[in-house]
Structures are given as C-alpha cells and as structure tokens.
C-alpha cells in the first residue's frame, strides 16, 4: 500500500510524487492519461510542455511520466536549453563525425541520437536563442538525421518533454518565442499549480522530507508542532517546493537534541509585511472555511476531514487551535 499523498514507485527509477490537493491530482491524472501504453514507437507519442512557476516540481514530472510509460526502460536524456549556445546548437543536437570533431578518436552523437527510443527533456525551452528554436523545430519531427560531416543518415525516434516557467503563448505574441515551435511542443499541455494553491500538500512534502532528511543526516525522526504546521500552511512559498525542501532541511540540521523544532529552526525567508498578511489572510480564510464545512457536516468531524482533505487529527488540533485564539 501506497502512503496516503504519494503516488505508488512504477519501476525501479519512477520518482515519488506527493500531493493530494484537487488542482494536483488533476495535473497527475492528465500525466497518467498521456503515459500509457498504445504507441509503437517514441517518436508517435504526443509532445508534452509542462508549465508552471520556478520550483514547482516540473523536472520531477518529466521523470515521473517516462518511468511511469512503456518508454521507462530506454534513455532519459535532459537539455538544459539556457546553457545551449546558438552557433553550436546543430552540433548539440545533430552530433559530428570524427573528422570535425578535431582529435577525437570517435565520432559524438548528437542529443537526438543519445535520446533516440526513449525521452528528450527541453528543461527551460523558453531560454532557446533564435537561433536554437529555428534548429529544433525540424529536428523535433525528424525520423531520420545526418551528422555533421556525416554522408549517412541515422536513424532518430524521440519523444520530447518541454518545460517553462515561462507564458509561451505570450512570448509568441511578442515575437520572441516562434509560433510553429510553441505548437509542436504544446501538443499535451500540463500545468503544475503553485505550492499556494494546493492546500495542505505542503505538510505532506514537509513530513516527506522530514522522514528523507532525518535518515539521510541520521537524526531523530520529526514530529511537527501545531505551531510549525501552522506556520507551513500560512507561509505564501514564493520558491513552492524547492524552498520547501530547504526549510526542512535547515530545521533538521538545527533541531533540538530532543528532535523538536522550532519555527525559527525553519528560516523561512520574506518580506516582513508580506509574510505578516498573507498569513493573517491565509489563516482567516482556513477558520472560515473549517466553520462552513463544519455547518455542512452538522458537526461530524470525520466527514468534514474528508471534504477538507486534512487527518481527524490535523483536524481536531485546529479546531483546538481555533478555541483558543
């Protein structure tokens, strides 16, 4: 069985994805729906562009969806596309026989090639130069490339994963995004909501890395205060999971000798009067949202923990919580 938030391993390599919050699992399901079996080859299976806000977990998902596919046993090969120069791009993507290589004793296979059966990750695909996106929109159809320098033809079958932080669609209406680029990418479109949007995901990534982290550096395994949690569910993660994973990682390597932490322990960074209303806000909306679901339940707590998608416990210590402030 599954921990409760955590989508199950599928294969050796397939990432672990936490969240249970309505507008994530929908991402998930969209990436399941797009990940099964049906096509014959790499090359006939649709584009993907993930999009979402820094540190939302993209990279994750595009491992996740090709461990999880009929694709999971060939190469997973990821781009970097902000450090790919233009000049070079062909040279990236198309490899070079010996005899431009210089004193290479082999010839260099080309990104496609390396990627050939399996998966092409575009990380950042909106920092292409001109120059980039003009090379990559034939390579991404090509079914067959030739080297640089090369006489002969190689056989290529990829299936490409994008990702950006980026509004592309505003981007080709600025005209510095190509538009024949952005539809052959955006072929299967899956957004990743921001860590601000998904509820108490947040305590399920915290705990998870809490658990990680503890073994990892060989301390006590922790138990969140109220207090703490409090703190996680309020705090606006500008930096989503990422910053998440930090502020974890400083409170294990600065908890007490006894395994408590504090939220200082945390060393959440933001600006003062941000921080100060944003969770003023957050934690007005959360009581007044436990209150109607509360008058929906009549008073049942375990039904209304379901609609809130929280613990009966998480549930009780707020209403604690809540009683005596």
Aim: proline share 5%.
């Amino acid at each position: 069985m599954a921990k409760p938030g955590r989508t199950p391993d599928v294969g050796r390599d397939a990432p672990t994805i936490i969240g249970m919050s309505e507008v994530f699992r929908a991402a998930m399901e969209k990436a399941r729906c797009v990940s099964r079996p049906g096509a014959k080859t790499a090359a006939t299976m649709p584009t993907i562009l993930l999009t979402g806000e820094t540190g939302t977990g993209k990279s994750l998902l595009a491992r996740h969806v090709h461990a999880i596919g009929p694709l999971a046993q060939k190469p997973f090969v990821q781009v970097e596309c902000a450090v790919l120069p233009g000049d070079l791009i062909a040279f990236a993507l198309f490899g070079c026989e010996q005899s431009v290589a210089g004193n290479d004793r082999q010839a260099r296979r080309g990104l496609l090639e390396r990627a050939s059966g399996g998966t092409l990750f575009l990380r950042n695909v909106d920092a292409l130069s001109a120059e980039a996106q003009a090379a990559l929109v034939p390579a991404l159809e090509a079914t067959r490339i030739r080297r640089i320098g090369g006489v002969g033809d190689v056989k290529v079958n990829v299936r490409v994963i994008a990702a950006t932080n980026s509004d592309l669609q505003r981007r080709v209406a600025a005209e510095t995004f190509r538009p024949d680029l952005f539809y052959r990418l955006n072929a299967i479109p899956i957004d990743l909501p921001p860590l601000r949007k998904r509820g108490d995901d947040v305590l399920l990534l915290a705990e998870h890395f809490a658990d990680r982290l503890a073994r990892e550096h060989r301390r006590k395994r922790v138990i969140f205060s109220q207090i703490v949690r409090d703190e996680l569910t309020s705090h606006p993660w500008p930096g989503n999971v990422r910053e998440v994973f930090h502020a974890v990682q400083r409170a294990i390597l600065c908890q007490e000798k006894d395994g408590q932490i504090g939220v200082e322990h945390l060393g959440l960074v933001a600006p003062h009067a941000l921080v100060s209303r944003s969770r003023t806000t957050a934690l007005g909306l959360k009581h007044r949202r436990i209150r109607e679901t509360l008058k929906r339940t009549k008073g049942n707590v375990s039904k209304a923990a379901r609609i809130l998608k929280v613990s009966r416990d998480s549930l009780r210590h707020r209403l604690e919580a809540m009683d005596k402030s």
